[in-house]
């Protein structure tokens, strides 16, 4: 199921000499600009490569309308829905190097589980596909990592671990899909961004 945000993916390079203005907005760690509906996230990456992710509450056929053929009007189309944003953000829009990549992004329910079927089994997005809260790959090593333990466990009697394996997989996968709807909403909410200045301030180490 489309859930209503894409992602845009841009990149650019060299950017202490050629983006400088975004390279310092960004800074060392991870940037997030937002606003109900929409944000901008940023990264650096070696070599000085600016890497973003432009989120956009759209419909799907907004989407589709913008013609990967011709990135620079794509990118102008986008950049419009961050009119008035700090230059150096939108930056990281129209200053993009390489053809922008849409992540539009679908997901599975949160309770999602099946009927057990022998001899087979799923990890991964294929389990799970959720929202991006940065856990999905972690969760895709565990399921694996929890996966070989099961069968470890039960030699020679695939079915019981794949039974295991299933029965922790499928709470374990709908409390991380739940939190990440959770984040959703921090993200891009109508109270975006104080709703993430509370979230950060309510979850410091030791609080
Ligand atoms: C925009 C975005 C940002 C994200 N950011 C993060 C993040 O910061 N941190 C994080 O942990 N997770 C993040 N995720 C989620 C993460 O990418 C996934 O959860 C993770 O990649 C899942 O791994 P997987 O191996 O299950 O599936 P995939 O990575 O999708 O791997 C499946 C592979 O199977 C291949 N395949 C498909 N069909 C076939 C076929 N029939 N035959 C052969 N091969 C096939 C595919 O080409 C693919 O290579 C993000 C996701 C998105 C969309």
Redesign the pocket.
């Known amino acids: 199921m489309y859930v209503g945000t894409t992602?845009i993916?841009t990149y650019l390079s060299d950017c202490d000499t050629r983006h400088m203005a975004s390279a310092e907005a960004v800074g060392g760690g991870s940037l997030f600009a937002l606003a109900p509906g929409k944000g901008i996230f940023a990264h650096r990456e070696p070599k000085g490569v600016l890497h973003a992710?432009v989120a956009l509450n759209k419909p799907k056929a907004w989407i589709d309308g913008l013609d990967p053929s011709d990135p620079v009007t794509a990118l102008a189309r986008i950049a419009e829905e961050f009119d008035g944003w700090a230059p150096e953000l939108t930056a990281l829009i129209t200053d993009a190097e390489t053809k922008p990549v849409h992540?539009v992004?679908h997901t599975l329910p949160a309770d999602h589980r099946w009927e057990r079927i022998p001899g087979v089994t799923l990890?991964?997005?294929?389990?799970h596909?959720?929202i991006?809260?940065?856990?999905?790959?972690?969760?895709?090593m565990l399921?694996g990592a929890e996966l070989g333990r099961a069968i470890a466990a039960h030699p020679g009697d695939v079915e019981a671990a794949l039974a295991k394996y299933e029965e922790d997989l499928f709470p374990r996968s709908a409390a991380a899909a739940k939190q990440a709807e959770e984040m959703q909403k921090v993200l891009f909410g109508d109270s975006a961004p104080q709703s993430l200045l509370d979230f950060f301030a309510t979850h410091r180490p030791g609080t």
Request: proline content about 5%; hydrophobic content about 45%.
């Open positions: 992602f993916e992710y992540r992004l990890l991964g997005d294929a389990a596909l959720m991006p809260s940065g856990e999905g790959a972690n969760l895709a399921d």
